[in-house]
């Protein structure tokens, strides 16, 4: 045993050296990537401990930051109703628009390949037109205006569905879904891009393998051949999708108004501003901001281990 | 082009367009295909041609009833009000564009000769701690900006740079997802191009600018229409409050929170703010097709 600690140690120190040698060498690598690392680990890495720090105190920027131990997070679960409206909001968000908007961002990449180059180019810009266009969607508010002249109200009543005008933003009945409807009409983003590429990247000869070997439609083609060589590229769709999809905050805030009525559309980051930059209670906020830090990379592992089983 | 040659070309062509179509795939299967894409594009494309014919229309057809979708007569007269109402202001229009335009290239330019730095050495080297880093990076892409938001707050306050340029500027040149792309993308440069300039004597950065970076050109665009995209629509709300250093997004929103009033100058706003980065986009699609197609996360 003590024969084998100490090979181990040795074995250690030794691997240790051969990479301060490398390193040694290879300087220059280390120069070319020294500002971006130092950006990145200024704006990205330390604010993530940063966040972890802070949330196990009581902070308002004015005071020094003083130690509470868990008492941030026991009043977040236990006490803070809102939070919890917030989260379930969040999460409804997420498990609908997350998963709905990766198949739609594969299902329109895969269909959009079938289609001659010059078409295909077009539909692409359609398609991912509405993730890039600003905050083109508060035109939705037009669309769901809460009094008869809003289009939907208007179709609705001369369809004779409804009597009266429906107040679309204020009744919290119908604020999620339609924030859900105006973020599937913006999920075909960065993933979606990543589709049509890959797409267009597999190899042609296994295709004709596949016809050789009696693949007999469209839809065998896609599981046998398609899917396997597309992994990853599903796996940085899952990603994108996952990291907006809790994230939202944009299109609830510009829609339902913020705060909204009986919080109906508050989603975790909406409740984060409201701590951190209406009240600055940085210590309560880092708390959420570290919840969801943890939720976020929790949700992305797990669909990750899920993606590696496609097509095995 | 003599005449035969014309017709044996297009023969070669009709043939290759035959060749073309799978054998797999039902007539039936593609009209419907064709007739679903087009139903779909229609509903996506639809808010994105209302917003900018709303904007086309004069004041007296947007508040008309039935409403049109399409703007009768179609003028500028909302996009010269919001000029007047931007000139009228305290800050001038010419500052709010200023600083965004300021701000986006400055912002882009800088993340991407960071950015490619060290992608290049992560992509064509290997040495002690750069996989590590990296995986740093794609973890990084796994949560949003507004995990980091308050601590950002701090940092930069903590910096100096608060009501500066610089606090959008600098955290953007750190963007995760650029670093990526870029990666991705030169690592499917060939090694042998790199050694073989090494062999001729030419220095490390010399390898860098002359070699690496003229040959991932679609790449560079790729990082250049996410990162104007990003820092475009960027509001900065929280970093900046004096006006003279606002941003164009966050002035204009502040012109279409004006009410009823300003419903026509809001619609013609909107258009202003989704212009650039479609048009860049439409302007290089082929580009950032090609760096996507090796986006793929390998673990």
């Known amino acids: ?312 | 082009m003599s005449k035969a040659r014309k017709k044996e070309k297009e023969v070669v062509y009709r043939k290759k367009l035959i060749r073309r179509r799978k054998p797999n795939r039902s007539v039936f299967g593609d009209i419907a295909l064709y007739l679903f894409l087009a139903f779909v594009g229609v509903i996506m494309v639809f808010p994105i041609v209302y917003a900018v014919n709303s904007a086309l229309k004069p004041l007296d057809e947007l508040f008309m009833f039935p409403p049109k979708i399409f703007a009768i007569n179609p003028t500028f007269d909302n996009f010269s009000d919001l000029f007047v109402t931007m000139g009228k202001s305290w800050v001038t229009f010419s500052r709010y564009l200023f600083n965004t335009v300021f701000i986006t290239f400055v912002g882009t330019a800088g993340h991407l000769l960071v950015a490619s730095m060290g992608a290049f050495v992560l992509a064509k080297y290997d040495f002690p701690g750069g996989n590590t880093f990296f995986k740093l990076v794609t973890v990084a892409m796994m949560f949003s900006g507004y995990v980091t938001a308050i601590p950002n707050y701090l940092i930069i306050n903590g910096l100096g740079w608060v009501d500066t340029y610089w606090a959008i500027i600098i955290p953007a040149f750190a963007s995760p997802i650029g670093l990526f792309l870029m990666k991705q993308f030169m690592e499917g440069l060939p090694s042998t191009l790199i050694e073989a300039a090494k062999i001729d004597g030419a220095s490390e950065w010399r390898v860098f600018s002359r070699i690496v970076m003229p040959n991932v050109k679609p790449a560079w665009m790729t990082l250049i229409i996410f990162q104007v995209q990003a820092l475009w629509n960027n509001k900065a709300a929280t970093f900046i409050y004096s006006e003279e250093r606002k941003t164009l997004v966050y002035a204009l929103q502040q012109i279409q929170s004006g009410g009823i009033a300003r419903t026509g100058q809001g619609t013609a706003v909107l258009v202003v703010v989704m212009i650039v980065p479609i048009l860049i986009f439409v302007f290089s699609e082929s580009q950032i097709l090609e760096t996507m197609a090796s986006s793929g996360l390998k673990d």
């Open chain 1, 1 to 312: 045993m003590k024969e084998y600690i100490r090979k181990y140690f040795v074995l250690r120190r030794h691997e240790a050296g051969v990479a301060l040698k490398k390193a040694k060498r290879s300087k220059m690598c280390y120069l070319f990537l020294a500002p971006y690392a130092i950006l990145f680990t200024m704006f990205y890495i330390l604010p993530v401990i940063t966040s972890i720090f802070f949330s196990f105190t009581y902070y308002n920027i004015l005071e020094s930051p003083r130690f509470i131990g868990l008492q941030n997070y026991i009043s977040l679960i236990l006490e803070d109703d809102i939070f919890l409206i917030s989260i379930k909001n969040t999460f409804l968000i997420a498990v609908i628009t997350g998963p709905l908007g990766y198949m739609m961002s594969f299902l329109f990449a895969w269909l959009i390949n079938e289609l001659p180059r010059w078409i295909r180019s077009i539909v692409v810009i359609i398609f991912y037109a509405p993730s890039i266009a600003g905050n083109c969607y508060v035109i939705f508010s037009v669309f769901f205006r809460g009094d008869a002249y809003g289009y939907v109200n208007a179709f609705l009543m001369n369809a004779g569905i409804i009597n009266e005008p429906i107040l679309w933003f204020i009744n919290p009945k119908y604020m999620l879904p339609i924030c859900m409807l105006v973020i599937l009409w913006m999920s075909l983003g960065t993933g979606f891009l990543s589709f049509v590429a890959g797409l267009q990247g597999v190899d042609k000869s296994q295709f004709e393998a596949g016809y050789m070997d009696g693949v007999k439609n469209r839809w065998q083609e896609l599981w046998y051949i398609t899917l396997p060589n597309m992994k990853p590229m599903l796996m940085f769709g899952a990603v994108m999708s996952i990291t907006q999809a809790f994230g939202v905050c944009d299109v609830t805030m510009a829609l339902c108004g913020y705060p909204s009525t009986d919080y109906a559309a508050r989603t975790v980051v909406t409740h984060l501003f409201d701590y951190g930059y209406s009240r600055f209670e940085m210590g309560y906020a880092s708390a959420i901001a570290t919840l969801l830090f943890l939720i976020m990379i929790l949700c992305n592992k797990a669909i990750q281990s899920m993606l590696r089983r496609v097509g095995t």
